[in-house]
């Protein structure tokens, strides 16, 4: 397997990923939900990164996305956003955020861009095409997400392949169709068959990101922790491990436990001695710092010298 890091400097805006769809330069797009992981992930060069609320099952260990809030959205993107400089930073507006009315999604959706979000995602077809329109009107781009809708897991009975019929995928291609002309700057195809999602792409002049629905579109999305492997027990068909982060970190806290158990850790090599110094005249304190000895080391106040 090769790599390299995709050191780039131009930001990533929306105009600029619509011209690589266009120009048919792949799109990367990863999650995120804390600032260090955000921080690696613009080092390495991805050009989107979603803070998914998908954290309600990564983060928070529950079984679906239901129960995050607006307000989990918020603090996860704020974070996330100190770690980016150079990649699209998207936000998930989470369940009942913005389908309940008009006016409470683009406060909600204010409140991800004021945390630093550049763009949201909703879920669902030409039922929010109008909320997509609203959006736009002020200023918030959207990208809409069909096909297999993690919200709708309920009526879904489960997280299931859509679009396998002909009568519902053509549904959904025209979802996609009127969520283009309502004006979503891009869309997120999830759980789609091949063929649906490159005929979704090839039709719609936005670019596509693809999660378990094949290579045809213009780009790929996948949840970060899935990619380095970080849980062996969930391994769906479209997913791909690029690091084994399960047995790294196994690994590492196993020596650590055993290190510290032992006595191997910490050692003087890793102590600093601290001696909280109270000088004379006014009771000032003073740290000093004297590193391999437990001798006291007092410092002198001014007047002494
Ligand atoms: O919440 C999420 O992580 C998503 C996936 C499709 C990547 O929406």
Redesign the pocket.
Known sequence: MSYQIHKMNEKITVPKLQRMAKAGEKITMI?AYDYTMASLIDEAGIDMV?V???LGMVIQGHSN?LPVSIDDMVYHTRCVAKGIERAHLMA?MPFLSYQISHEEAVSNAGKLIKAGAESV?IEGGEEMADLVWYLNKVGIPVMA?VGLK?QSVHIMGGYKVQGKTTKDADVIINDAQVLEEAGAFSL?L?GLPMEVAQKITETVSIPTIG?GSGPRCHGQ???IYDLLGANPHFKPRFVKNYANFHEVCIKALGHYISDVREGMFPTEEHSVYRELQMLEGGGKQELTKEKGSKKSKRVKHESEK
């Open positions: 999650t979603l998914g609320d998908s996305t998930d995602k997400h993690p997120l999830e999660i999305v996948m949840v």
